[in-house]
């Protein structure tokens, strides 16, 4: 079932950004939802905006309207406004799955994170997974996509890395595929035309942290210098922020500190590669 006219929802996101150029690439109509009228110079070749506050339900009323197929890959990571998981992650998806549910949508593709339907005990995935239920509930064709991790969250080794050692938790052999926003977009527009309800998306490049280390390390030059601390620092470390700080403040550290004790490994996708990441970053900074 193909679509005419698309929303995407979170598009001034990494990910969104991405996704509306390779909708645009496809030769979709392409609406966005944006939330003031200043970004509208982040996009070019975009059909039409819609200006609203995705929290806010009264402002994004008709936003869905002559749409065929919602892409949303809005939540927050790193918290601003005052704003919760729930605030937005949950209520603000909810908001706009029930705009397209009265506008007749076809079709709603959602972007949440690997496993998170089995660490819904993490703020972040409380919220998103939420969301997903009522997605799966509503009657509406829908794909639920599981990236594991994007290369600009990989952005902390690379950092660290400036300052000539990378600090890891354990024994830094666990792995992972952290896939290039470019790649994944395509895999977002794939996954919706084929209709497959869920998936777990990763990059061409199974790495253990170790490896990503060396990359980050090799990206600036420097000597291979990783520290490994205790695994019970990364455990004890989590218990202080939940006892201490809101949600608010530990959800994307409780989120990152616990998937870097396992395994995040999804099935491969794409043609760039991390250590060219790190190259691009490094090479831009270096001038």
């Not at 996704?19 to 003031?36: F, P």
């Not at 998103?128 to 009522?134: C, G, L, N, P």
């Not at 942290?209 to 004890?236: C, G, M």
């Not at 500190?257 to 099935?267: G, I, Q, Y």
Request: some cysteine.
């Amino acid at each position: 079932m193909e679509a005419q006219k698309v929303l995407v929802a979170g598009a001034t996101g990494y990910l969104g950004q991405y996704l509306v150029n390779e909708l645009k690439k496809r030769d979709y109509w392409v609406r966005v939802l944006i939330r003031k009228e200043s970004q509208r110079s982040k996009f070019d070749l975009v059909d039409d905006f819609f200006v609203g506050q995705i929290t806010d339900p009264e402002t994004i009323k008709g936003v869905a309207d002559g749409i065929d197929w919602v892409f949303s890959t809005v939540g927050i990571t790193r918290q601003k406004d005052g704003l919760t998981y729930m605030d937005v992650d949950y209520q603000g998806n909810i908001n706009l799955l029930n705009e397209a549910e009265k506008s007749g949508v076809k079709a709603f593709e959602y972007i949440s994170a690997i496993n998170g339907q089995k660490l819904r005990y993490l703020k972040i995935f409380e919220a998103k997974e939420k969301f997903v239920d009522e997605l799966k509930s509503s009657g509406l064709r829908y794909c639920v996509l599981r990236p594991n991790g994007y290369f600009s969250d990989m952005g902390d080794f690379l950092e660290m890395a400036k300052g000539g050692r990378v600090y890891l938790f354990g024994d830094g052999n666990y792995k992972l595929n952290p896939i290039d926003g470019e790649d994944l977009a395509k895999v977002c527009v794939d996954k919706m035309i084929s209709g497959e309800e869920e998936a777990d998306i990763g990059g061409p490049d199974v790495l253990s942290q170790n490896e990503i280390a060396k990359l980050a390390l090799d990206a600036w030059n420097k000597p291979v210098k990783i520290s490994h601390f205790p695994d019970w620092i990364r455990t004890f470390t989590i218990w202080i922020l939940r006892t201490f700080t809101s949600s608010k403040t530990y959800g994307p550290f409780e989120f990152f500190l616990t998937a870097m004790a396992e395994d995040n490994v999804a099935p491969q996708y794409g043609e760039k590669h991390l250590k060219d990441y790190y190259s691009s970053k490094t090479n831009s900074k270096k001038k």
